[in-house]
């Protein structure tokens, strides 16, 4: 707990991976570092608390009052000096809107940053200077920062401007316009955003999709469930991010009946999507005891266990699973995880009579064998407590 860690994020997908060093570690106990700051300059604060306030760090029990803690600078050895960082020899009030959208494009970050709330204070009188560098700079993060100057001005020609951006030749510009729009909610956008969801770089697919949960229509949801199939990483495996992101936007669309339509599809990735979003939408009980019964004795291992995984949401559902449960005490299985896994489930339906009608069964019966019948013991000791 004594140390500052450093993540160096790469993109992995929808999400990203890191790669996790340590920056700063001290063999000092006392030492507690409970802020990190970025300094204008690139340099990093750190401040350490030491032992004077003892709630300030979970590794500060005792307090320790002439342990009084400091304050760190870290910079790179060969970091070379960064003239006025914050940009305060600049003339701010008397800058024009043009001027103000250069300094978008400034090495300084505290720099850019000061120039981008001005901008949103100038409002609609910037939006000419920052549409044209849309339109005419070769340099991408200067695009971007443009960007995100028009998602501070509440203005219909800024939300065009952004959504032209859609179309920008680099995925980060589009990024950041997926966001724009997600968070000023522009439902003219949703047409653009649907053609983006089925392919593309995973993050703008995945951007794009809760965008279009926030300003799409329940017409959206064959789109969303479309893409569910294509969810996947570059190694065959699903892409629980990209997934999970479609996934709540259907439920963000609000429209159980429309999205009912797609608990019957043919395609089962789509079928189990379509379950959980049902499920979890809110606005009451939408997803129904006989939708999934059939699946708790089917074969499909992906139906299979998302049904399960419902029916498990659901403890009062024990006269609708009884049967599968019924099945699987008749045939019980060998392998000691599934054993394992059959006896979660009678001891979360154990409040069911008909569940408990079949534990009492299973016992009576004297072809039960021996792990079987412990297995159902030790769920009916369980649900005593």
Same mark, same amino acid.
């Given at each position: 707990?004594?140390?500052?860690?450093?993540?160096?994020?790469?993109?992995?997908?929808?999400?990203?991976?890191?790669?996790?060093?340590?920056?700063?570690?001290?063999?000092?106990?006392?030492?507690?570092?409970?802020?990190?700051?970025?300094?204008?300059?690139?340099?990093?604060?750190?401040?350490?608390?030491?032992?004077?306030?003892?709630?300030?760090?979970?590794?500060?029990?005792?307090?320790?009052?002439?342990?009084?803690?400091?304050?760190?600078?870290?910079?790179?050895?060969?970091?070379?000096?960064?003239?006025?960082?914050?940009?305060?020899?600049?003339?701010?009030?008397?800058?024009?809107?043009?001027?103000?959208?250069?300094?978008?494009?400034?090495?300084?970050?505290?720099?850019?940053?000061?120039?981008?709330?001005?901008?949103?204070?100038?409002?609609?009188?910037?939006?000419?200077?920052?549409?044209?560098?849309?339109?005419?700079?070769?340099?991408?993060?200067?695009?971007?920062?443009?960007?995100?100057?028009?998602?501070?001005?509440?203005?219909?020609?800024?939300?065009?401007?952004?959504?032209?951006?859609?179309?920008?030749?680099?995925?980060?510009?589009?990024?950041?316009? !997926?966001?724009?729009? %997600?968070?000023?909610?522009?439902?003219?956008? =949703?047409?653009? *955003? $649907?053609?983006?969801? #089925? &392919?593309?770089?995973?993050?703008?697919?995945?951007?794009?999709?809760?965008?279009?949960?926030?300003?799409?229509?329940?017409?959206?949801?064959?789109?969303?469930?479309?893409?569910?199939?294509?969810?996947?990483?570059?190694?065959?495996?699903?892409?629980?991010?990209?997934?999970?992101?479609?996934?709540?936007?259907?439920?963000?669309?609000?429209?159980?009946?429309?999205?009912?339509?797609?608990?019957?599809?043919?395609?089962?990735?789509?079928?189990?999507?379509?379950?959980?979003?049902?499920?979890?939408?809110?606005?009451?009980?939408?997803?129904?005891?006989?939708?999934?019964?059939? !699946?708790?004795?089917? %074969?499909?291992?992906?139906?299979?266990?998302? =049904?399960?995984? *419902? $029916?498990?949401?659901? #403890? &009062?559902?024990?006269?609708?699973?009884?049967?599968?449960?019924?099945?699987?005490?008749?045939?019980?299985?060998?392998?000691?995880?599934?054993?394992?896994?059959?006896?979660?489930?009678?001891?979360?339906?154990?409040?069911?009579?008909?569940?408990?009608?079949?534990?009492?069964?299973?016992?009576?019966?004297?072809?039960?064998?021996?792990?079987?019948?412990?297995?159902?013991?030790?769920?009916?000791?369980?649900?005593?407590?």
């Amino acid at each position: 707990m004594h140390k500052i860690t450093r993540h160096v994020l790469t993109k992995e997908g929808a999400t990203f991976a890191a790669d996790t060093s340590d920056l700063l570690v001290s063999d000092n106990l006392d030492f507690h570092p409970t802020d990190v700051l970025e300094d204008a300059d690139g340099s990093v604060i750190v401040v350490d608390t030491g032992g004077w306030f003892r709630l300030c760090c979970p590794t500060s029990q005792l307090e320790k009052a002439d342990v009084l803690g400091g304050v760190y600078r870290i910079r790179r050895t060969d970091a070379k000096p960064v003239a006025d960082p914050r940009g305060g020899k600049l003339a701010w009030n008397a800058l024009s809107e043009e001027a103000l959208v250069e300094l978008l494009n400034d090495e300084r970050f505290a720099v850019r940053n000061q120039a981008r709330q001005r901008i949103g204070k100038r409002g609609p009188a910037a939006i000419e200077a920052l549409t044209r560098v849309l339109t005419s700079s070769n340099d991408p993060d200067h695009r971007l920062q443009a960007v995100w100057g028009l998602t501070w001005i509440d203005d219909p020609r800024a939300r065009a401007a952004v959504r032209n951006s859609l179309d920008d030749s680099d995925e980060t510009v589009r990024q950041a316009a !997926l966001h724009s729009i %997600s968070v000023r909610q522009d439902r003219l956008a =949703a047409d653009k *955003l $649907a053609v983006i969801i #089925p &392919d593309g770089p995973a993050h703008n697919r995945r951007a794009a999709t809760e965008a279009l949960g926030r300003v799409g229509s329940p017409s959206d949801l064959k789109t969303l469930f479309a893409a569910v199939p294509t969810a996947m990483l570059t190694d065959g495996e699903v892409d629980r991010f990209l997934e999970h992101s479609l996934i709540y936007a259907a439920m963000e669309l609000n429209d159980p009946a429309a999205l009912r339509q797609f608990i019957a599809s043919d395609n089962d990735q789509i079928r189990r999507a379509a379950l959980i979003a049902l499920d979890q939408m809110e606005g009451g009980d939408h997803l129904l005891p006989a939708d999934i019964q059939p !699946l708790l004795t089917s %074969s499909n291992a992906l139906l299979n266990d998302v =049904a399960w995984w *419902l $029916a498990e949401r659901h #403890p &009062d559902w024990g006269d609708v699973v009884v049967e599968a449960i019924r099945h699987e005490l008749q045939q019980p299985p060998v392998d000691e995880r599934l054993l394992d896994r059959l006896g979660d489930r009678l001891r979360r339906f154990s409040n069911s009579v008909a569940v408990q009608q079949a534990m009492a069964e299973a016992l009576k019966n004297s072809g039960t064998g021996d792990p079987l019948r412990l297995t159902v013991l030790n769920a009916m000791a369980a649900s005593r407590h």
